[in-house]
């Protein structure tokens, strides 16, 4: 059993930061791509940032220059430092982590968390 936890979203005003971060537990033997996405409300589910266990990066254009994604591996954790936040960038925020175990390899979802940008 593997599970994705996130953590650090919330209320933030436009032109402040945010850190998300998700932790990979479980039967776990190694972890190839992590990433954040998010879902804009009205809107469909779009790639924000990826990773991969290598230290290899891709930003949606929207979020170059303010957005940093990074990974531990040892610890089996991604996060996400959000700056220079804008409305636009409102949405709940998923993790996702190609996860090879004893038995499977899967893409795994977290629960979500939400991020809204407002004064």
């Known amino acids: 059993q593997v599970q994705l936890v996130e953590s650090g979203g919330g209320l933030v005003q436009p032109g402040g930061s945010l850190r998300l971060s998700c932790a990979a537990s479980?039967?776990?033997?190694?972890?190839?791509?992590m990433g954040w996405y998010r879902r804009p409300p009205g809107k469909q589910r779009e790639l924000v940032a990826a990773?991969?266990?290598?230290?290899?990066?891709n930003y949606a254009d929207s979020v170059k220059g303010r957005f940093t994604i990074s990974r531990d591996n040892a610890k089996n954790t991604v996060s996400l430092q959000m700056n220079s936040l804008k409305p636009e960038d409102t949405a709940i925020y998923y993790c996702?982590?190609?996860?090879?175990?004893?038995?499977?390899?899967?893409?795994?979802w977290g629960q979500g968390t939400q991020v809204t940008v407002s004064s």
């Open positions: 479980g039967s776990i033997i190694s972890i190839n791509a």
């Open positions: 990773i991969t266990s290598g230290g290899s990066t």
């Open positions: 996702n982590a190609d996860i090879t175990g004893w038995t499977t390899k899967f893409s795994y």
